[in-house]
């Protein structure tokens, strides 16, 4: 028997398992080609890569305006058209004037009067009535209403019964109606034959009226046109309408109200945003570091660059005559931001407010290097994330160290993680678009606290995790951005608005600290959105 | 047949045969790994599985600066570390200290044992000094790097590959194994 030696624990152990092996089971590999198919495949978030964000947004905004400008130019219209419509009595209207006795009952007419109407000498004439009555009716109407009566010295010949109604007897009117910015006037006398009812609904008139007491008593109605207020026609468009339909009504008053409900002074709301993150980092001399790094390494090492042969980053001189060294890459690419938090919101005068609140801001950006430190505790890291580090706590800059070999192998991607918070403080320029539509411009400025900085190395050669706080000396803790953006924003209620829009934000200074050859200013544009409960 | 650096070439192109090839190759061997980490077979699969997708994800980034079966355990282990630690329980397994780190150094073979009974033996060892006994005692690793690998104190790594080495005598004790104790301070 072979004699047992002392302390020989951790030698038997490793000799036991030196050459173990098991043979996995046999669908394993089939896992992990399946695993490798997936992965090869688009990812299932493809939407969040920057250039699909910033296609996104672009569309987004365009489907916006484009929405904007489209019902704004709808709404126009319509009320054009009913103007335009409003010319034009009904066909049965039409029927009853050349009719000589009307049937009431046929009587449903849309009374909708036109000013200009009325000075139509062409109109037809008035069946069953004769032009000396409906001429004296109507001069005694202008007398007792000669403040009023401006416009009468021309008497039409023929008035439609569809817009006006009058009684030979007796002037006054007893009742008004008012309909959509239409004035009906119906006379006394109709309501004394008992026989009239006046509907009103939204766009229509319709009178009943015991149709032989009507043209028994050869009673005509017709309304005066004198006593119509004329229609005023306001701009009510926008820069962005087109000018054949910026003419139109006066709003009512009814909508003056509900626009009166946005005059609220304040508001609160909550916010979030999503836009491509791109830290436009600046690696100053970087790259020139590294290389001084990896050429001593090399040098000491005094082994055949692991580089392959095929690489087109090979530098062929030899440095010492014994290892030839590729170019280092540290370059970083944009990433996903997202914010959110609250806003409030005070509103100076009728066009201009200021907006402050908080937002956290999640960002992240990838690193694509080819520049690694392996220290000589056999953790490995980029050379970027090593020279953070390192720089993050110490005071003094970098200095290569015994610590630290750096060499130059193939590139691979790592994922850099920025947390925010920021206080924003904008002004803000309203554009009423509509009783219920504005758009907002807004600038301003943020202060940003930098949070933390996490560096994810998804690979198991090197060290999986850096983070580097606020208390460190590489990042600044506090820095200044510029804010600019449009939204638009729609109220929903009398105190609920929803608003949505795009923003911009670029830092005003580095957020490194100088002592570093790094700088770094933050940038974003990207769309944000959220609700705003005003008081 | 591949060379090993052909072989990691074709790997880095994509190429699905040599990808089965490097598996073929090594997956015995880095499942045995695999498993003196984790509790059973099934959970070691997983291990392998995970570790052979960063494998084939991260070969650009071997240098052939050592050889390639060192570096896919080196993968296997610090994926196994991460499913370890991604355990509820695990900070539970690692945090215990033993009062004292006196150790006993013995004479003892593992010769008369098959390599299926040492592996349940450890399999048997609680998470924590399992982990620790097969970093300092397999791997080589000293108890500094373990501590920063694991996050957890020096004193920690050593009390737990402590308790591993007392764990594992009284398990080959029961077995049969014999030993000569000698008590002793460990440097």
């Known amino acids: ?42 990812p299932f978030l493809f939407f969040l890569r ?29 009320q054009y058209e009913i103007a335009q419509n409003a010319v034009k009595p009904k066909q049965n209207s039409e029927q009853i004037s050349t009719q000589n006795v009307p049937k009431i009952d046929d009587f449903n007419i849309e009374i909708i009067v ?32 000669k403040a009023k009566n401006q416009n009468l010295n021309e008497i039409p010949e023929n008035i439609p019964q569809s817009i006006l109604a009058k009684t030979e007897k007796n002037s006054s009117r007893n009742i008004v109606q008012n309909i959509e910015n239409q004035t009906i006037l119906i006379d006394k006398n109709i309501s004394e034959n008992n026989n009239i009812l006046v509907q009103n609904t939204e766009s229509q008139v319709i009178i009943s009226k015991n149709e032989s007491n009507l043209v028994n008593n050869s009673r005509n109605i017709f309304a005066e046109t004198s006593l119509l207020e004329s229609k005023k026609y306001t701009y009510f468009g926008s820069r ?61 090492s005094n082994v055949q660059s692991p580089s392959s042969p095929n690489s087109p980053n090979i530098v062929a001189s030899d440095m010492q005559g014994n290892v030839a060294v590729s170019q280092p890459q540290n370059a970083i690419k944009s990433g996903v ?26 960002g992240n950006s990838t690193l694509q290097s080819n520049t690694y430190s392996f ?97 460190s000396k590489i990042y ?60 | 047949m591949h060379s090993e650096q052909e072989l990691v070439q074709a790997c880095i192109r994509q190429e699905r045969l040599a990808q089965r090839q490097l598996y073929t190759q090594f997956a015995g061997k880095l499942l045995a790994t695999a498993m003196r980490y984790m509790k059973n077979k099934t959970d070691a699969e997983d291990v392998l599985q995970d570790s052979f997708i960063k494998i084939y994800q991260k070969l650009t980034a071997f240098r052939f600066d050592c050889p390639l079966e060192a570096w896919l355990r080196k993968i296997v282990v610090n994926t196994a570390l991460k499913a370890l630690q991604n355990q509820p329980n695990w900070t ?66 050593k009390s737990q590959f402590s308790r591993a080495r007392v764990l594992l005598q009284a398990k080959l004790k029961n077995r049969g194994i014999i030993y000569t104790p000698q008590t002793s301070k460990e440097s």
């Open chain 2, 92 to 157: 539970q397994h690692t945090d215990s200290q033993l009062v004292s780190d006196k150790i006993e150094q013995e004479e003892f073979t593992l010769s008369g044992f098959e390599f299926e009974q040492l592996m349940e033996i450890v399999q048997s060892l609680p998470d924590g000094c399992r982990t620790v006994f097969n970093l300092y005692a397999i791997e080589g690793y000293q108890h500094n790097e373990i501590a920063e690998l694991l996050g957890v104190s020096v004193g920690t790594s």
């Open chain 1, 337 to 362: 931001g997202i914010n959110m938090g609250v806003a409030y919101g005070y509103k100076i005068s009728k066009k201009w407010s200021l907006e402050s609140g908080i937002r956290y801001l999640r």
């Open chain 1, 114 to 145: 036109q000013p200009q109407d009325f000075s139509n000498k062409e109109l037809p004439t008035l069946a069953g009535n004769s032009r000396e009555t409906l001429e004296k009716n109507f001069l005694e109407n202008k007398k007792s209403n």
């Open chain 1, 476 to 535: 600044k803790p506090l820095n200044i951005s510029g804010l600019g953006g449009i939204r638009v924003s729609y109220l929903l209620n009398k105190h609920w608005q929803a608003n949505i829009g795009t923003s911009y934000q670029k830092a005003l200074f580095s957020g490194i600290n100088s002592s570093t050859a790094l700088q770094m200013r933050l940038q974003m544009f990207g769309i944000n959105y959220g609700v705003n409960y005003r008081f």
């Open chain 1, 240 to 300: 962005y309408t087109l000018n054949r339909n910026k003419l139109v009504f006066d709003t009512e008053p009814t909508e003056t109200k509900i626009i009166a409900s946005n005059d609220s002074k304040f508001w609160l709301g909550i916010q979030s945003g999503v836009s491509p993150f791109d830290p436009k980092m600046s690696l100053g001399g970087l790259n020139v570091v590294a290389l001084q790094d990896a050429n001593s390494f090399a040098k000491a």
């Open chain 1, 1 to 42: 028997m072979e004699p047992l030696k002392q302390n020989n624990f951790e030698e038997e152990w490793q000799r036991a398992f030196e050459n173990a092996s098991i043979s996995p089971s046999d669908a394993l590999w089939d896992k992990i080609e399946r695993e490798l198919d997936r992965k090869e495949r688009r």
């Open chain 1, 375 to 471: 220290q000589q505790n056999g953790i490995a890291n980029t050379f970027l994330a090593n020279y953070l580090v390192q720089n993050s706590s110490r005071s003094a800059a970098y200095t290569t160290n015994n610590s630290t070999n750096t060499v130059v192998a193939d590139a691979s991607k790592f994922g850099n993680l920025y947390k925010y918070l920021m206080i924003p403080m904008q002004l803000g320029y309203e554009i009423g678009l509509s009783k219920k539509l504005g758009l907002n411009l807004l600038a301003g400025i943020s202060t940003d606290f930098f949070l933390q900085n996490t560096i994810v190395n998804d690979n198991s050669i090197l060290q999986e995790k850096n983070t580097i706080d606020g208390s």
């Open chain 1, 50 to 78: 920057p250039s699909a964000v910033t296609m996104g947004l672009a569309a987004a905004l365009v489907m916006a305006l484009g929405g904007l400008l489209f019902f704004n130019k709808n709404t126009k219209k319509n």
